[in-house]
């Protein structure tokens, strides 16, 4: 028997000596007062840097500080949704930076500054995050805008957005002294970070001489996570776009090296031409990936979400007084499985009691704590389904009627581009007021985010995932509701392929080619096991909840996924495997001090 050296990649007393990492995301879920993220994405890089702080990781993040948010989300009586920015001020809550970097966009020069937080982990280690801002004086009206608006603006904003990031950040991290060893792309929009590391290793000379030794040298430090399964979720601008904002220099070296598809500048293959490693979200996003990219090599590296942040206070003390170092070492929660289930319930009402609490605050609507209650929160694209409960209205209150009643919480945002996606919203609230005296009680909760999405996940009985397979990359919402021993009903897509186990941590809903069938094996699943077990097994439930901690709490989170990463992908190099009776020595060494 084998075993990984980890000390070869942490040190208990810091960062790891002989390699950093930069990080690069155009959102990141820093704190829950900065509006710098719409959804998934961003949350799921905020909670990688909140475990790579817990673990002391040699690493600082690049982002964009979008000054008016993403949105804020307003919902009528009728469902109708409207947005409004989303203002605050950086000068209040931030550090600034002294250097100020130039990128040359569009032919002019666009003058960078950036803004500092800093992470902290359980143990005190810091993780930078600076935040780009293009608000400065000396810069045309048009760019001191291009930091303003998360996925604002046409095609022409986006491209300029991501030359801000990758090459202003690449140029930022150097000029505040940073060298990485490693950069991460997480996503495409930061693929143009591999055009400032192309110069640096050009050393002064053009572009135009870069030859394939150039771009592997810059693969060498690259790493890309892409997080989209679908081709049209890829960014692509047209080659006009390219050379007229980029200029003709760097369009004309992306497309001498591959970069260009259909006529098109296609960022997922800038990163796949520029990386050493590629993964995709989950096991069945790697497969989607490899059929979509098939001349590419692409790993999988499943999502998870930070332990410390998605547990909720109550259950959080649960953990503290039988598993302490839980925060630490999140593989701990597997233990979780020896914790009296009374306490798991008995915090997990309290998580309850506060959601609907917030649900009365937010809509009026007076909800009971002994009613099953299922919650369905995320962005509300038409693929994720938001509709899909209500294939069959008049079943679904005869189950809440014969069971003993169903509260359904709803929550999420429409792109403001997005006009079926806003319709789902619409007949999800429609059907809210059709249903209002009967025992199925419908509320949309308006302007998801973080605060409300922690409610949700830590205090609802059942976690709904709906998506048409395979648009599902990942889906990290319902790892947060296993933190909080809460069970998922979902479709087998993404993470919950590999989270589902029939009855232990939740349901499957069956694969069927029309949604008809899926609704109905819904439906079944709801009427047969999930409504019974809650009313009149509540032994059994409460197995399902502690087993759902251990099991999937323990392993669907961002250590795990971090140590993953910094094995297979920052730091391969280091992977030393050592014989059983060493690496008993070295535990055995630990233990003593």
Known sequence: MRF???SQYFSPGGPSEGGFVAYFSMEIAVAPEMPTYSGGLGVLAGDTLRA???MGLPLAAVTLADRKGYFQQHLDASGTQTEEPQPWSPEQMLAAEDPVVTVTIEGRPVAIRAWRYEIEGVAGHRIPVYLLDTDLEQNDPRDRALTDHLYGGDADYRLRQEALLGIGGARMLRALGYEPTVYHMNEGHAALLTVPVLEQELRGAGLQTATEKNVEAVRRKCVFTTHTPVPAGHDRFSSEQAYRILGPERAGMLERFGCFHDGLLNMTYVALRFSRFVNGVAMQHGKVSRQMFPEYRIDAITNGV????????????????HLPRWRQDNVTLRYAIDIPENEIVEAHAASKRELLKAVKERSGVEMREDVFTLGFARRAAT????DLLFADPERLVRCAEQMGGMQ?????????ADEPGKAKIRRVIELSHELR??????????????KLGALLTGGV???????????EASGTSGMKAALNGVPSLSILDGWWI???????????IDDHEDETGEANSLYEHLEQTILPLFYRDPGQWRRIMRSTIALNGSFFNTQRMLEQYVINAYFPERRVEKPAEAAEADLENTLAR
């Open 4 to 6: 990984i050296n980890r």
């Open 52 to 54: 790579a702080a817990d």
């Open 306 to 321: 930070h332990a410390g942040t998605w547990t909720a206070p109550w259950v959080q003390a649960v953990f503290d007084r």
């Open 383 to 386: 693929y994720k389904r938001a």
């Open 408 to 416: 359904v919480l709803y929550a999420g945002k429409a792109h403001p």
């Open 437 to 450: 005296n009967s025992p199925l009680q419908i509320v949309y909760l308006e302007n998801y985010d973080w």
């Open 461 to 471: 009985d059942l976690w709904l995932n709906t998506p048409r397979r395979p648009y």
């Open 498 to 508: 590999e989270g589902w186990i029939e009855g232990v941590t939740g349901w499957a």
